[in-house]
């Protein structure tokens, strides 16, 4: 008797604590959704429990629906997880070597044969990045391209490094091995990913070309602000590709990751491979990492109007998904910040910040033209008393001072600092957001 009471008892406790980590994720996320910059979908699931599966804020602004976990969003960059994974089921199947050289897929391109798949997988290639100029880059969103083209397009630019010597994120490097993928196998990179992956699984929501995917599904925007929100350009499918192309649902992603984990994809031993950190704590799709002092398998994704963050801790039986479907909030930090809810972290909640009186005069000091790069510049302008920003070809917004050099947005989780030389004129400004600083020099 005393024993069952114990069993009782324990199993009392742990139903408790588990609804008290609910409760303290919901509060998290309903203080996120309170500043108004938060719109979008989070799935916490520990050792079998789900503790929390809601949308929040708006996953389409005109009807101010909310997301479900069936409703489908873009990932972009999660995408790599499913290329690297059958990358390695071809290469558990003697259909190609991660030591296979690019110049036995595609023998013209520049210095093919010091590049390898595992180079590609790594990111240790050193094949330029073509999303980095956004020149190119917004000059084929919407545009459907052949093979060919985005070969070509990629070839152009010069290698960042000596393969294998260094490390540097290339979406190009991933569309290449959707490439291969479909030079070995003879069937689209798609079609590989369904027969493969989406159909064994039952991801049934998921695929690859978004603006022809039926309902339900996100809007994705820039921002959400009165009294027009700013709707996200669309990024056709063959452009995005095998780097960032894939959709998907939380309900379905979480079904991905516990699948993975459990062996049902990989074989041991190509998962310990995939799992594995090489240079960046990177391994083959996936980030190894520590978070909150413990290990994790992670990865991101940002296409337009989309931010993701996968977080699978395979030791603790712990999945955090956070999808955000308003470029406004930072879907990395969120997720980080709920696994610390998991654990028991001490973790500050979401709050609106608070400004700051300043002279008309300290605002115009900041007025001007900013230069980020030849491709992307911004400009600052005081309007009825506000400063204002607006990067080229984009909405203007609003900017809020915190101390006399410090400004927020409203609109996004991110701060602009001005700069000012030994005489006390402004030459810079520093973009701040999810831990990156860009530059802007201003121009006279």
């Known amino acids: 008797m005393k024993r069952w009471m114990i069993i009782v008892l324990a199993t009392v406790a742990i139903r408790a604590e588990a609804q008290q980590g609910s409760d303290k994720l919901n509060e998290y996320c309903k203080a996120a959704e309170a500043t108004g910059r938060f719109h979008g979908y989070v799935l916490v699931k520990q050792k079998g429990r789900v503790l929390l599966s809601s949308g929040f804020g708006y996953s389409d602004y005109t009807s101010k629906s909310k997301g479900t976990a069936q409703t489908r969003y873009q990932v972009g960059s999660v995408t790599k997880q499913f290329t690297a994974s059958v990358i390695l089921k071809l290469a558990e199947a003697g259909k190609l070597s991660l030591r296979d050289a690019l110049s036995k897929y595609f023998r013209e391109f520049p210095n093919a044969d010091k590049v390898t798949i595992e180079h590609l997988l790594t990111h240790t290639s050193g094949i330029y990045n073509y999303t980095n100029s956004r020149k190119a880059f917004d000059s084929l969103r919407g545009i459907a391209s052949s093979r060919d083209e985005m070969m070509r397009m990629i070839a152009h630019y010069p290698y960042d490094f000596e393969p294998g010597t260094r490390w540097n994120y290339s979406n190009s490097a991933y569309s290449i091995l959707g490439y291969i993928i479909e030079k070995v196998t003879g069937k689209p990179y798609e079609r590989n990913v369904r027969e493969m992956i989406f159909t064994p699984l039952g991801m049934t929501r998921s695929g690859f070309d978004y603006p022809s995917a039926a309902g339900p599904k996100a809007t994705g925007y820039y921002l959400i ?58 391994g083959l799709g996936w980030f190894i990492d520590t978070i909150h002092n413990k290990p994790a398998i992670h990865h991101g994704g940002a296409i337009d109007g989309f931010m993701t963050q996968n977080i699978i801790v395979p030791d603790e039986g712990i999945t955090v998904i956070v999808i955000v479907n308003a470029e406004m909030y930072n879907a990395d930090e969120m997720a980080r910040d709920l696994l610390g809810i998991v654990y028991g972290v001490p973790v500050k909640l979401p709050e609106q910040k608070t400004e700051i009186n300043l002279p008309a005069s300290a605002l115009q000091s900041y007025t001007g033209n900013y230069e980020i790069n030849p491709e992307m510049k911004a400009t600052v302008k005081v ?56 530059e802007a020099v201003k121009k006279e």
């Open 383 to 438: 309007e009825d008393g506000k400063l204002m920003i607006a990067p080229e070809g984009q909405p203007w917004a609003q900017l809020f001072p915190e101390s006399e050099n410090t400004f927020f947005f409203r609109i996004m989780d991110a701060k602009i600092e001005f700069v000012k030389d030994g005489d006390g004129k402004v030459v810079k400004f520093l973009f701040k957001q999810g831990g990156r600083v860009m």
């Open 225 to 282: 602000q009165e009294p027009i929100p700013v709707k996200a350009a669309s990024i056709d499918s063959t452009i995005s590709f095998s780097a960032g192309a894939i959709y998907t649902t939380p309900e379905d992603l979480l079904t991905w990751d516990e699948s993975i984990t459990s062996g049902k994809i990989l074989k041991a031993t190509s998962l310990k491979n995939a799992w594995t950190p090489r240079m960046n704590k990177y």
